[in-house]
């Protein structure tokens, strides 16, 4: 089955800068990669997703890249801000049917500080 | 905007006893998803419903488990006898491709269970 690896698992920032957190899939057939934001004692919050026919795309301040060939995908944050602070977890899915059962990265706890 | 609502937010329960977690999806939703998440660790899946019946299940989704869809808006986990190990948070998760082309899912708040 699919397993997915995220590094790092802990990433301090200044705020304003820069984050990268990023992922690796084993499944080829994995096209669904979505980027879930949790806050403490929250539920997970979808806050950017790709498909596998994509290789990047951009909201505002965040991004996130696909690469195909080398089966990993990475989120990047620029101008982080305090608010930034949280867990990201990585997921991949294969949807080949209309259901998609999503299979989680370890997290990455971010930590912007003012 | 429409959500994924859970109750009750926490349970407590002494092992070996039954506890059922309740969710009610977002109304147009087809698929619907148990999820768990033992405290500090990565969110886990449990299994997926559609058409009233199971799409697919995990290893952790032993013969303890079960599911349901009562009416047409509830949509139950039942845990049989519980172990001190189910201890997590539960989190139910709806999402609906085929009328909006969707990927996403949506989860709810989430249901803390303390098995004692």
């Known amino acids: 089955g699919e397993n997915v690896e995220q590094h790092p698992s802990t990433l301090s920032v200044q705020e304003g800068d820069s984050a990268v957190i990023k992922c690796t899939y084993s499944?080829?057939?994995?096209?669904?990669f979505p980027w879930y934001k949790q806050e403490l004692g929250k539920r997970p919050q979808l806050i950017i997703d790709?498909?596998?026919?994509?290789g990047e795309k951009k909201d505002q301040r965040i991004a996130v890249t696909l690469n195909k060939t080398a089966k990993h995908f990475s989120l990047h944050i620029t101008e982080t801000q305090p608010e930034d602070s949280a867990v990201y977890f990585c997921?991949?899915?294969?949807?080949?049917?209309?259901?998609?059962?999503?299979?989680f990265g370890t997290g990455t706890r971010l930590l912007v500080s003012p | 905007e429409p959500e994924v609502t859970q109750t009750p937010s926490h349970q407590v329960t002494q092992m070996g006893q039954e506890v059922i977690l309740r969710c009610v999806p977002i109304s147009n939703h087809l698929y619907f998803y148990w999820y768990r998440q033992i405290l500090g660790q990565k969110v886990e899946f449990l299994v997926s419903f559609y058409n009233n019946e199971i799409s697919e299940k995990s290893e952790i989704f032993d013969d303890q488990f079960s599911v349901e869809r009562p009416d047409g808006s509830n949509f139950t986990l039942k845990i049989r006898s519980t172990k001190l190990e189910d201890s997590a948070m539960y989190f139910c998760?709806?999402?609906?491709?085929?009328?909006?082309?969707?990927?996403?899912?949506?989860f709810g708040p989430g249901t803390r269970l303390t098995v004692t």
């Open positions: 997921a991949a899915s294969s949807r080949n049917t209309g259901f998609q059962k999503l299979v």
């Open positions: 499944d080829s057939a994995s096209n669904y």
């Open positions: 998760a709806s999402s609906d491709s085929k009328t909006t082309g969707s990927y996403e899912q949506y």
């Open positions: 790709i498909r596998s026919n994509v």
